[in-house]
């Protein structure tokens, strides 16, 4: 009888690395028997999600990568070195027939440590600027992913982004549970409704102008879901609001515990252009207006260039972000059903829903040769 296919996978960090890892864990495990581990480092939200997914974790030392020359720099090559030489006790100890990364400080040490090994290198880069640790590795993995068309790695296979499968089965279903997930939420299962999140842990350009816009649209008959984030939020002051005249309601939250439900009741998100924002809403067909975080490499502006040119979404810079402009993109969208329509098309065309299923696929074609025969 042949042994499961044991996998390791590495990624850390933020949710941007750990949600497709935690997808695709489970595509795995519905397509073949396999033996999964991860790989991560005690600084990042691995430590609490990827436990809390039923997967086991591994730690490394982190080796952060500084993004200008500072005396940490220095320091590098011993660290990597270090890290290295954890992450090959790890895919020795594992018996690793194939090793999968998502980028991120902890995936460098493991993607050498399995090139020294010759295991077989599967990785997948999120958003559409590839990080340090993908452009490496790129040049000798077995199969390199992406979630963007267009996304600068040699070799480079556009298959979208691994999403967990409640997102997924949104995807297929169409979204039919709006009436219920809107009343779940509070809202009023007839009104259009936006939906406004800037991330896990929220934005304050997006909460503030959202705030300074709110009468203007509660006065025209919308709704507005505001997933402020757990630091932002306060419960004495954030509280839902009706206006009487028009039935325009404000719901505020600190946190989602299940976005699919907050996608399911919404006609057009604002939002942040994370990767895992931009793919998930376009796979569900849900419109965006994105908001790309003014800061790091310009791969958030560069996320949403692909739905902006499809028209599947709206792009507003940080800096043009006021009440004004929120109301004067927001309103029109809200009132022009077709519309909404299209651009809902438009983005489940773009990306595909089926890419943990995909990746699960390229996983066990690249597993070692020796077990393949």
Same mark, same amino acid.
């Given at each position: ?131 340090? &640790?993908?452009?490496?590795?790129? #040049?000798?993995? *077995?199969? @390199? ?7 600068? %790695? /040699? +070799? ?109 009741? &919404?006609?057009?998100?604002?939002? #942040?252009?994370? *990767?895992? @924002? ?7 067909? %849900? /419109? +965006? ?85």
């Amino acid at each position: 009888m042949d042994k499961p296919l044991r996998v390791v996978l590495a990624g850390g960090g933020t949710a941007g690395h750990t949600s497709p890892l935690i997808a695709t864990a489970q595509a795995l495990q519905q397509a073949t028997d396999v033996s999964l581990s991860c790989i991560g480092t005690a600084r990042g939200l691995e430590t609490t999600v990827i436990p809390a997914a039923g997967l086991e974790l591994d730690l490394v030392d982190p080796v952060p990568m500084p993004r200008s020359l500072t005396p940490q720099l220095a320091l590098v090559p011993a660290r990597l070195v270090g890290a290295v030489r954890q992450a090959r006790a790890i895919l020795h100890k594992r018996g690793a027939d194939v090793m999968v990364g998502f980028g991120g400080y902890v995936s460098m040490p493991a993607y050498l440590a399995a090139r020294s090994l010759r295991i077989p290198i599967v990785i997948h880069e999120q958003n559409a600027v590839p990080g340090l &640790a993908n452009k490496v590795a790129a #040049r000798f993995a *077995a199969v @390199t992913a992406t979630s963007f068309p267009q996304t600068p %790695l /040699p +070799g480079a296979r556009f298959i979208g982004l691994p999403v967990r499968t409640e997102i997924a089965t949104l995807a297929t279903q169409g979204r039919p549970t709006r009436a219920e997930a809107r009343e779940s939420l509070g809202l009023d299962p007839e009104r259009p409704a936006l939906l406004v999140s800037g991330g896990s842990q929220g934005a304050r350009s997006i909460n503030t102008a959202t705030v300074a816009a709110r009468d203007e649209l509660l006065a025209q008959g919308f709704q507005v879901l505001h997933v402020w984030g757990k630091k932002n939020f306060k419960p004495d002051e954030h509280r839902a609001m009706t206006d009487e005249a028009t039935g325009g309601r404000y719901v505020p939250l600190a946190y989602v515990e299940g976005m699919q439900e907050a996608y399911a009741a &919404a006609d057009l998100m604002l939002g #942040r252009s994370g *990767a895992g @924002t931009v793919v998930e809403t376009a796979v569900v067909g %849900l /419109p +965006g207006v994105f908001v790309p975080l003014p800061h790091g490499n310009g791969e958030q502006a560069r996320n949403a260039d692909p739905l902006v040119a499809a028209g599947a979404a709206v792009l507003v810079p940080d800096a043009d972000l006021d009440a004004s402009r929120l109301v004067s993109e927001v309103s029109p969208l809200l009132s022009d059903h077709t519309r909404l329509e299209a651009m809902a098309r438009a983005g489940r065309d773009l990306m595909p829903a089926d890419a943990a299923a995909t990746l699960a696929g390229l996983v066990i074609g690249s597993a070692r040769p020796e077990r393949s025969a």
